[in-house]
Nanobody, 120 residues
Framework: QVQLVESGGDLVQAGGSLRLSCTASEAIFSINAMGWYRQAPGKQRERVAHISIGGVTSYADSVKDRFTISRDTAKNTAYLQMNGLRPEDTAVYYC??????????????WGQGTQVTVSS
């Protein structure tokens, strides 16, 4: 079974940057869409960004122009570059693979998550 392993979560000050990585145990990013989700304490899990097989990206309004999703299919790794971090970005971030139906990203496989904490 394919496994997704996130890394890169850390404690950072507001305004700082982090890059999250998601490494897959198999070459799946070239045949699946992938996305990043996050869940803050006491809140519902929310989609942060996703990227289609063809490389088309989509972002939540709250992170647009600050976060960048990308992938390196040769390395079986996907990334989430996060700049201009805010305390409200504090959450556990999850890597997923899935598919796109109409214009919605549907996650199917989840990683274990990595903690991002932004201090004010």
């Amino acid at each position: 079974q394919v496994q997704l392993v996130e890394s890169g979560g850390d404690l950072v000050q507001a305004g700082g940057s982090l890059r999250l990585s998601c490494t897959a145990s198999e070459a799946i990013f070239s045949i699946n869409a992938m996305g990043w989700y996050r869940q803050a304490p006491g809140k519902q899990r929310e989609r942060v960004a996703h990227i289609s097989i063809g490389g088309v990206t989509s972002y939540a309004d709250s992170v647009k122009d600050r976060f960048t999703i990308s992938r390196d299919t040769a390395k079986n790794t996907a990334y989430l570059q996060m700049n201009g971090l805010r305390p409200e970005d504090t959450a556990v971030y999850y890597c997923t693979t899935g598919y796109i139906s109409v214009r919605y990203y549907i996650p199917q496989r989840w990683g274990q998550g990595t903690q991002v904490t932004v201090s004010s």
